[in-house]
């Protein structure tokens, strides 16, 4: 009875630790597609426009950094499953 | 104005002064800015999660700056380059930053002082946080790409002293 016990345990750990990295994964998605979005714009922005480069670069590089937040925000949910 | 300050500010249309490379400018603005917050804000993790938050709080913000310059690094090293490459750098990039950012992470959860709940919050207060802060600063004017003129004023007449 304890073994099996302990062999649940050990089956939730190895599931929670399954679920975090999917979790993760599937929360990379979504930002993925939206970088990909925001730096085929900004391209196509400054091929439009090549003298407002350094305009829409910025805005590019903020762009990026926004939906990379996203991203963060499922790794840091993939941290407290593992390790809180 | 030095040579340095030349290299990266070429005089654009009517005598403007035009930043080539803003990612640069912007993401060193935003750590200095985030250089002078990160004591307050691990005298904060101290009091609520003591010494193991202060360590995991600084070591977050390091992660956090660490991610902003690579990804300012590779994009102004890609912009040099072609469109194709900026865009291989940004996706590219991306992900590269997540599995360090992930492998970072594994490595200090061997670590004593290693504290999740503390290094998660500095990581996405410190992420936003600054970006939200920074956004405050930037400017986008055709004749000011990077940070605003008022910003660029002021850290240009520091770097000229």
Redesign the interface.
């Known amino acids: 009875m304890i073994d099996l016990l302990a062999q649940a345990d050990n089956a939730v750990d190895g599931l929670k630790a399954v679920g975090a990295g999917l979790g993760y994964g599937l929360a990379a998605i979504g930002p993925g597609v939206g970088i990909g979005l925001v730096v085929g714009n900004a391209i196509t922005a400054m091929a439009r426009q090549p003298e407002s480069a350094g305009m829409v670069r910025t805005t590019m590089f903020l762009g990026i950094a926004f939906t990379e937040a996203l991203a963060l925000i499922g790794f840091v949910v993939f941290i407290l499953l593992n390790f809180a | 104005m030095n040579e340095k300050l030349d290299e990266r500010l070429t005089t654009g249309h009517d005598g403007v002064i035009?930043?080539?490379e803003?990612?640069k400018k912007?993401v060193a603005d935003m750590l200095w800015r985030g250089i002078k917050v990160a004591p307050a804000w691990l005298v904060l993790s101290f009091l609520i999660w003591g010494t193991d938050g202060v360590a995991s709080g600084a070591y977050g913000i390091a992660l956090v700056f660490a991610n902003?310059i690579a990804?300012?690094g590779l994009?102004t090293w890609a912009?040099r380059i072609s469109?194709g490459a900026?865009?291989f750098a940004?996706?590219g990039g991306?992900?590269l930053?997540?599995a360090v950012?992930?492998i970072a992470?594994i490595a200090a959860?061997k670590i004593s002082v290693?504290a999740?709940?503390p290094?998660?919050?500095t990581?996405?207060v410190s992420?936003?946080g600054l970006?939200v802060w920074?956004?405050r600063y930037?400017?986008?004017?055709?004749a000011y790409?990077?940070l605003g003129p008022a910003r660029l004023a002021q850290k240009q007449r520091k770097e000229m002293k």
């Open positions: 035009v930043n080539t803003p990612e912007i902003f990804a300012a994009l912009g469109p900026l865009m940004a996706l991306f992900i930053r997540l950012l992930t992470v959860s290693f999740p709940v290094l998660g919050i990581i996405i992420h936003l970006l920074e956004t930037v400017s986008l004017s055709l790409p990077g």
